[in-house]
């Protein structure tokens, strides 16, 4: 069975999805009008065996590729405007393939309002891999560097669900151990991030510092404490789980360690006022404190918890 050439890929595929400033993807770079805000632009790789697993969905890696970046726009406070891809395609590839990832990335290009302008496409003898550049306007850009004494920490949802999804992926005995619902839902959230795109505006107008979550809760706090020049205090009991998170940690109580250092929750880490402004929509685990340490993790009892790790590492 004979596939796309280079052309047809550029041509069949992927200019149906594009946007206007990709002008039909027939020329070698994009056109954007100029932007009255300030223009943010980030980028992601996700690579086989490494970020998903190589018979996922390919309708769902494709979200996910794009998602991933989406979730670090939102953290800086910004609306997507379109995003470029670069797709190195393995040798056994196969037009079904392609075209279910062309047709998941349309409809998350639609959904979010990011259309395709621009990339290339390329082959490798090794795993699949994707890099997406996104990029984003926003009225005010949220840093890493923002957060001071005295502020607050946040967080924006559920924290490790996607972590422990992947650990019933590499655990089947553990996964069948779960209820459907359970199984099911960490899953999916490891398969499928939820960008927090609909907190953009909160965050230029409120957060101090903030990240998104991507290698991890505690790793990435201590990120952001470096770049602050600060420390925290954080209240592990106040750390929001997920009904099907609390039911894996019943089966195996280590598997908490895993929510809170493993990686792809895509939720966003804020800090704030000492008091969350009106209609915060977040939940309050700890407080930015002074000096230089690593962060503290403190449980029910206030007495310091220590991790393995603080984060999933490429290297």
């Not at 100029?34 to 190589?54: I, K, N, Q, R, Y």
């Not at 393939?97 to 621009?118: M, N």
């Not at 403190?298 to 790790?309: A, I, Q």
Request: net charge negative.
């Amino acid at each position: 069975m004979s596939r796309y050439s280079e052309d047809e890929i550029i041509a069949r595929v992927f200019a149906p999805i594009a946007g206007a400033a990709a002008l039909g993807l027939k020329d070698d770079a994009a056109l954007l009008a100029p932007e009255s805000a300030p223009l943010v632009v980030t980028t992601d790789m996700v690579v086989a065996g490494v970020h998903f697993f190589a018979d996922d969905d390919p309708s769902l890696v494709a979200k996910k590729a794009l998602r991933v970046n989406l979730s670090d726009l939102a953290a800086k406070g910004a609306e997507p405007i379109g995003f470029l891809l670069a797709l190195a395609l393995p040798d056994d590839w196969t037009n079904d393939w392609l075209d279910a990832f062309a047709a998941g990335l349309a409809e998350d290009a639609r959904a979010y309002g990011a259309p395709l302008i621009g990339g290339d496409t390329g082959a490798t003898p090794g795993p699949l891999t994707i890099s997406i550049t996104a990029l984003g306007r926003a009225r005010r850009f949220v840093p890493r560097t923002g957060a001071k004494p005295g502020d607050a920490i946040f967080v924006s949802g559920p924290i490790g669900d996607a972590a422990l999804g992947l650990a019933l992926r590499r655990d089947p005995a553990l996964a069948r151990r779960l209820s459907d619902e359970a199984r099911d839902y960490l899953t999916g959230r490891y398969l499928l991030p939820q960008p927090r795109v609909d907190l953009s505006a909160w965050l230029g107008a409120n957060a101090s510092a903030a990240m998104d979550i991507s290698d991890g809760l505690a790793g990435d706090l201590a990120k952001l404490c470096r770049a602050s020049g600060v420390s925290a205090a954080i209240d592990l009991a106040s750390v929001p789980l997920s009904a099907a998170a609390r039911e894996a940690m019943a089966i195996d109580p280590a598997l908490f360690e895993t929510a809170i250092t493993g990686g792809d929750d895509y939720e966003i880490l804020i800090t704030t006022g000492s008091e969350a402004p009106p209609a915060a929509p977040a939940c309050r685990i700890g407080e930015i404190v002074a000096g230089s340490a690593p962060p503290v993790f403190l449980d029910g009892h206030k007495k310091p918890v220590f991790f393995k790790k603080l984060s999933f590492q490429h290297f």
